[in-house]
């Protein structure tokens, strides 16, 4: 009888550590959002869709701007609490935001204090509707990010930069090949793909905070630019 409840309890526990690796293979450990695994496999997923259809797709970069100074001021402790929460916001915003216009999203914690939401389009949308969802999403996801409780007083107000790269027929907007990296530049391969969607999407996110941060840099596929501010 013994021998049967520890057999029973082994398996019991080898089928608990064979769930929590699974979640950890997809999730990320600190936060519990999809990890930038996922993200590249949804990017992924819309890009291949876009060869076969009308779809538009989105990739936002959302970075925390004044993380790194409550790291280095109040310690990594305070800066993770900070993360839970911000990684709280994104995931509801994302959800009440899209799930009530019919959009597919998914929101990914891409590393450090970089999100990543990417959004498919409904077939039946244009560009003028689609560009706009984003771009009122872009508003209202800036707005939560002025509103983290867990941020301490001396580093209020919070506010958080954005980029935004939306593609059609696997298309994204031509919108340089550089970012300036101490006083000299650095060249970024932009490749007809999901990595090179968001390579593009990263310096979208540089040129938001090149401007002066707390605002999005959004970019249709011809190379339109908006920008947009809470």
Not at 21 to 39: C, F, K, S, V, W
Not at 113 to 125: L, W
Not at 196 to 212: F, I, M, P, S, V
Request: proline share 3%; hydrophobic share 35%.
């Amino acid at each position: 009888l013994l021998d049967a409840k520890y057999h029973e309890r082994v398996i019991e526990e080898a089928q608990a550590l064979a769930q929590e690796n699974e979640r950890l293979a997809i999730h990320d450990p600190l936060t519990g959002m999809l990890n930038r695994y996922q993200m590249f496999g949804h990017l992924k997923e819309i890009w291949t869709a876009q060869s076969r259809s009308d779809e538009y797709g989105a990739e936002f970069l959302l970075d925390s701007d004044r993380l790194k100074a409550i790291n280095d001021t109040c310690g990594h402790a305070q800066g993770d609490k900070v993360l839970i929460e911000v990684a709280e916001k994104v995931n509801i915003t994302c959800r009440d935001y899209f799930d009530s216009r019919g959009i597919r999203a998914h929101a990914h914690r891409y590393g450090g204090d970089e999100f990543v939401i990417s959004a498919r389009g409904r077939s039946d949308q244009s560009l003028a509707d689609f560009s706009n969802c984003m771009e009122g999403f872009s508003r209202y996801l800036l707005g939560v990010m002025h509103d983290i409780s867990t941020v301490p007083a001396e580093f209020k107000p919070t506010s958080a930069s954005l980029g935004v790269v939306i593609t059609q027929h696997q298309r994204y907007a031509d919108i340089g090949e550089t970012f300036k990296s101490n006083g000299g530049k650095s060249i970024v391969t932009f490749t007809p793909d999901e990595e090179g969607w968001h390579n593009r999407t990263d310096l979208a996110l540089y040129r938001a905070k090149e401007a002066g941060r707390d605002q999005a840099r959004l970019y249709l596929p011809d190379g339109t630019e908006r920008v947009i501010r809470p």
